[in-house]
């Protein structure tokens, strides 16, 4: 059964990573995200700090806006799928909806305040995803400027 939930994940990881690469493909980081709810993908998002000069549209919160006005209920029977390890802005986003689960596909580029997370009761499962460390690992060393600016900001 546990593996069964594992082939979930990397299922929807996968839909993650195809918001990472359309980032990629308009300029911007390549970090995605997606919200599912009772196994269906609820909303989509993707990094739009350098498409839209935005300090805010990172991937999860452009994956909850998307959303739309979802009641209470709704985040809190969603899991939220992202690349990369969520930054204290997404996280602080993640408790205030309180959504239970986040699932990441990469924690070791960047590491957001995972055990605040965990001791407010969210659920962290980390993939540890080579194409999710490779594809940011690939901007970085192409835009090593950019991802500097953005970590500046956000450290």
């Known amino acids: 059964m546990e593996k069964e939930c594992y082939m979930e994940h990397y299922k929807f990881m996968a839909e993650a990573l195809k918001e990472a690469k359309k980032a990629l493909n308009e300029g911007g980081i390549p970090i995605g995200a997606i919200l599912v709810n009772n196994g269906k993908i609820v909303s989509k998002g993707h990094n739009k700090l350098l498409q839209r000069d935005s300090p805010i549209l990172h991937a999860e919160v452009d994956c909850i806006e998307s959303a739309g006005r979802l009641n209470g209920k ?19 986003m993640i408790l205030l909806y309180k959504i239970p689960k986040v699932v990441m596909g990469e924690n070791k580029t960047l590491k957001g305040p995972e055990d605040y997370l965990m001791k407010n009761g969210v659920e962290l499962i980390n993939l540890d995803m080579g194409n999710c460390k490779e594809l940011i690992e690939s901007f970085i060393r192409k835009n090593p400027e950019v991802w500097d600016k953005e970590i500046e900001k956000i450290s």
């Open 74 to 92: 709704d985040y809190k029977n969603s899991t939220l799928y992202t690349t990369l390890s969520p930054c204290d802005m997404c996280s602080g």
